[in-house]
């Protein structure tokens, strides 16, 4: 997806600040953070949404990739929030799947 900002990130086009990188995933943190940690954790194959996740493989390597990030980042003991948007009513606004991880500071609930 040559037009996709997250896919010209996997291909080293445009370099943002990496915190993981394995032979799957992808994540840095967000140009805009909601949190002291807002790191983004993306598959490096294209896929738009949740809705398109094909199986179960993609989404235990994010997962996984969140909580080993979560603890480089010193968060997994106090605790952190991960949330995937999708769609318009989820508040998606990039259009390749990625996760949120927040931390570093007391979250709320219900989100906004
Ligand atoms: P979402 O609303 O779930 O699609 O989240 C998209 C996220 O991507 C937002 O939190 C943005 O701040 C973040 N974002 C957009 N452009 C960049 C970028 N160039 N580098 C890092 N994060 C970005
Ligand atoms: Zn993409």
């Known amino acids: ?50 809705n398109d996740l094909g199986g179960h493989e993609m989404a235990g390597q994010l997962m996984l990739a969140a909580t080993t990030i979560a603890r480089q980042e010193g968060l997994a003991e106090d605790g952190y929030r991960v949330n995937i948007n999708c769609n318009k009513k989820g508040g998606q606004e ?8 927040l931390g570093g500071r007391q979250m709320t609930w219900p989100p906004g």
Request: proline share 7%.
């Open 94 to 101: 990039v259009y390749h799947l990625h996760l949120h991880l």
């Open 1 to 50: 997806m040559s037009d996709c900002l997250f896919c010209k990130m996997v291909a080293g086009v445009i370099k943002p600040e990496v915190v993981f990188e394995d032979e799957n995933v992808l994540a840095f943190r967000d140009i805009n953070p909601q949190a002291p940690v807002h790191v983004l954790v993306i598959p490096k194959r294209h896929v738009a949404t949740l």
